[in-house]
């Protein structure tokens, strides 16, 4: 299972990014997947995700401002960022739960300047 996440970089705060993460070594169509961050100084936390059925869910700090999508024939699933804040810079990964074990992808920089 590999997950190769991108899209990150700098922004300025009120900006937009959008992450894609592109995954291969699983029907990808049948799993959830998220999204997660870990900040400066904090603990990883779980951002967004989506079930195989289309069904999203996040975290209340994000909640009108990013979309999680996916695309089962890319198996890639998306995260759309916009009035990004500079307290989303983090580290953002993706991640998907196969046979018990998370996989994670390598993370990419998501920096929101003030």
């Known amino acids: 299972v590999q997950l190769q996440a991108s899209g990150g970089g700098l922004v300025q705060a009120g900006g937009s990014l959008r992450l894609s993460c592109a995954t291969s070594g699983i029907n990808f169509r049948l799993y959830r997947v998220a999204w997660y961050r870990q900040g400066p100084g904090k603990q990883r936390e779980l951002v967004a995700s989506i079930t195989s059925d289309f069904d999203t869910n996040y975290d209340d700090s994000v909640k009108g401002r990013f979309t999680i999508s996916r695309d089962n024939v890319r198996r890639t699933v998306y995260l759309q960022m916009t009035s990004l804040k500079p307290e989303d810079t983090a580290v953002y990964y993706c991640?998907?739960?196969?046979?018990?074990?998370?996989?994670w992808g390598r993370g990419t920089l998501v920096t929101v300047s003030s």
């Open positions: 991640n998907v739960v196969h046979s018990g074990r998370h996989y």
